[in-house]
C-alpha cells in the first residue's frame, strides 16, 4: 500500500526516536519502512556505537520522508529513483542555513548540502538494501556498483592470508569530494583561544586536543582511571572501539590534576569532564555542551575556525612541521589509514618551504 501524503507535513509522519536503548523510525508512517528499523537493530547487533546507528537513522529517514513526498513504496525503490533522490539531494536547501547566492572559495552555494553529507546519507542508503539482499537472495539491489576501491581497510589486510584481500567494489551511487586539507589554526588564533579559556575543565579539554591530539568524542569518553598523571599516559577509546595508548603532555598533565582536586564537582559519573553548575552538574559532559563551550569561545575570541578539531589538526600540523616519522603520527593520531596522516605532511608550510629552498639551492649549484 502507498503512502498517500496528508495534510499532516512528512516531519510529522515519521520520525527517529530512541526506543529501549535502540533508534528506530516512528510516527504514522513507519509501518511501511519496517526494513529500516531491522537495519538499525542489525548494526547495534553487530557492535556500532550508538552514535553511529543513530547517525544511519537520520540518514535513511531523510530518505523515507523523500519517499513520502515522492509518494514511493520503500520496496518499489530502484536504480533511477536512487538518482533521482541523489539530484534532490544536491538541489535542496539546509533548513536554517542562510546563503543564497553567497558562494565559497570551491563555488559551492553556502546553503546546500555538502558533498559529504550526501555520501553519508548514500552510504546509509546503500547499507540498508545490502542488509537486505543479505537477507533476501532474491532481492534486486537497486543500488549501482561501480570500481574497486582504491584500498582494502586495514583490518582486512591482517592475519595469514591478509594479502589475498581484493578490493570491494564500491558504490557508483556517490559525489565527487573536493580533496580539503584540514584547517590548522595560526599562533595566533590559538593563543586567542585557549586564553578565552577561564576554567581549568576547559583548558584541559583544549589541552588534550590541542598537545595530545585528542578527538573531541575521546575526550569526551575519557574517565577518570585512563588517565596517568604520575607515569604521564592516556589510555584513549578512539573510532570503533579501538583503544590506544597516548603521551600526555606535562602541563596538561598539570592541568587535569588541578582540575580534579580544585574544580571537579563531587559526584559518582566515572568520566573524567563532568559538568559543573546548574540543573546537570556532576554528570559527563555531552557533545553538546562541548559544541556549546567552543561557540561560546569561538565568538568571545573572535575566532570563527576555533571548532575543537581545529585544535587537532593544530597538534597534526605540528607534528609534520617538526619532522616527526609519518607512522608515529598515525599511532598518536589513531588513524587506520596512512592516507589519513600523510594530509598534514601537506599542512606544514614551514617543512615544504625549506625543502623548496634546499631543492632551489641545489638546482642553482648544478649551474
Known amino acids: 500500500m502507498a503512502i498517500r501524503l496528508s495534510p499532516v507535513s512528512d516531519t510529522e509522519l515519521l520520525g527517529l526516536e530512541p526506543v529501549d536503548g535502540a533508534w528506530r523510525l516512528a510516527g504514522p508512517a513507519a509501518g ?15 557492535n556500532y556505537s ?16 523523500w519517499l513520502i513526498t515522492e509518494d514511493i513504496e520503500l520496496d518499489a525503490v530502484d536504480t533511477d529513483v536512487l538518482l533521482r533522490f541523489l539530484r534532490a539531494c544536491r538541489e535542496a536547501t539546509v533548513p536554517g542555513r542562510p546563503g543564497g547566492n553567497v558562494v565559497s572559495l570551491s563555488g559551492q552555494r553556502l546553503d546546500r548540502y555538502a558533498a559529504a553529507t550526501i555520501n553519508h546519507r548514500l552510504a546509509a542508503i546503500t547499507g540498508l538494501f545490502g542488509f537486505r539482499s543479505m537477507r533476501d537472495a532474491d532481492a534486486v539491489n537497486p543500488v549501482p556498483t561501480g570500481r574497486e576501491a582504491r584500498r582494502v581497510a586495514a583490518v582486512e589486510r591482517t592475519g595469514l592470508l591478509g594479502h589475498l584481500v581484493q578490493p570491494k567494489r564500491r558504490s557508483a551511487l556517490r559525489l565527487r569530494e573536493p580533496k580539503r586539507l584540514p584547517r590548522a589554526l595560526d599562533r595566533r588564533e590559538t593563543t586567542a583561544l585557549v586564553g578565552s579559556l577561564r576554567t581549568w575543565r576547559d583548558r584541559a579539554i583544549a589541552g588534550l586536543m590541542l598537545f595530545c591530539g585528542l578527538r573531541a568524542g575521546e575526550v569526551l569518553a575519557l574517565k577518570v582511571r585512563d588517565v596517568d598523571i604520575g607515569a604521564r599516559w592516556l589510555r584513549v577509546s578512539g573510532k570503533g572501539g579501538k583503544e590506544r595508548r597516548v603521551p600526555l603532555d606535562v602541563d596538561v598533565a598539570g592541568l587535569i590534576q588541578t582540575y580534579l582536586l580544585a574544580e571537579r564537582p563531587e559526584t559518582d559519573a566515572t568520566a573524567l569532564f563532568v559538568v559543573a553548575k546548574g540543573a546537570n552538574r556532576g554528570l559527563p559532559l555531552t557533545p553538546a555542551g562541548l559544541r556549546t563551550i567552543f561557540r561560546y569561545h569561538r565568538a568571545k575570541a573572535g575566532v570563527p575556525a576555533g571548532h575543537p578539531h581545529a585544535l587537532r589538526h593544530t597538534f597534526g600540523t605540528a607534528l609534520a612541521e617538526a619532522g616527526v616519522d609519518l607512522a608515529v ?15 598534514y605532511v601537506h599542512l606544514a608550510p614551514t617543512h615544504v618551504k625549506a625543502e623548496f629552498d ?3 639551492d641545489r638546482i642553482r649549484a648544478r649551474g
Request: hydrophobic share 45%.
Open 329 to 343: 603520527m598515525q599511532a598518536l593520531l589513531g588513524h587506520t589509514h596512512i592516507d589519513t596522516t600523510a594530509r
Open 32 to 46: 511501511g519502512f519496517g526494513l529500516v528499523n531491522d537495519y538499525l537493530d542489525y548494526l547495534a547487533d553487530r
Open 50 to 65: 550508538p552514535r553511529t546507528v543513530r547517525a544511519y537513522g537520520f540518514d535513511l529517514l531523510a530518505f523515507c520522508r
Open 358 to 360: 634546499a631543492a632551489r
